[in-house]
């Protein structure tokens, strides 16, 4: 199938701390497809973290290949990893991580300046642009502790959206929001996915956002599973 942006085959993920061998992944056979958005539940401890960190490139397998558009990336070395992450994914933490004395829009900006290759002014317009869709249009030279949990939280997705990604994989993104704000992110992702075709892995506890997704998987033992929506 041409249209699979992300697959896994026999993706283990083996702890050894203090002489004990701790198995977090068994085995995980995965299938992602481009304009899929699609949520990961599971337990607390289950492996969904663990997971997300593999095949966004931030942590290596103990065993198994994790393909992106095709590309076994399992081998390569960590520049080819860090290169194809900052060309190819976007990551949402539950912690937006944003840089306290940068304003929003210079936030967004530098995945940008990092990857190189366009012009301050093309960086800008996309950042403002990004900026404008998560609708904080007012909000571009606000430093984060002048924002709120929510309107921090839409700054990095649109950091996350800068360098056009294939995937973004978010960790619990709306876990520190409340009630309101929750919403409105969930209410983003899913828009950014129909409208922009915008592929989305979401590791979540939000039942609202899952109830959202084309697709939902539950983590269980290390093993992944693929459930009715």
């Not at 004395?101 to 936030?107: D, G, Q, V």
């Not at 190189?116 to 030279?141: C, F, H, P």
């Amino acid at each position: 199938m041409s249209n699979i942006i992300l697959q896994t085959k026999a993706l283990s993920r083996v702890f050894e701390e203090t002489g004990e061998r701790l198995a977090i992944l068994n085995g995980v056979d995965f299938t992602l497809c481009a304009g899929d958005f699609a949520v990961l539940t599971g337990a607390s401890g289950s492996g969904k973290s663990t997971f997300l960190n593999l095949i966004g490139l931030l942590d290596t397998p103990t065993s198994g290949e994790i393909y992106f558009n095709g590309k076994n990336l399992s081998k390569v070395s960590a520049e080819e990893k860090d290169d194809y992450h900052r060309r190819h994914i976007g990551f949402v933490f539950q912690f937006h991580h944003l840089l306290s004395e940068f304003t929003s829009l210079e936030n967004v900006c530098v995945p940008a300046r990092i990857l190189g290759g366009k012009s301050q002014t093309e960086i800008k317009e996309r950042a403002i642009y990004l900026l404008e869709t998560v609708g904080l249009k007012d909000r571009l030279n606000h430093l984060p502790r002048e924002l709120s949990g929510g309107e921090r939280q839409r700054v990095a997705v649109a950091r996350a959206l800068m360098n056009h990604p294939d995937i973004i994989l978010a960790d619990e993104p709306s876990g520190n929001l409340d009630e309101k704000n929750a919403e409105m992110l969930n209410e983003l992702f899913s828009r950014l996915n129909r409208e922009f075709e915008q592929t989305f892995l979401i590791v979540t506890h939000d039942e609202r956002l899952a109830r959202c997704a084309t697709k939902r998987f539950s983590m269980t033992h290390g093993q992944i599973t693929e459930m009715q929506v």
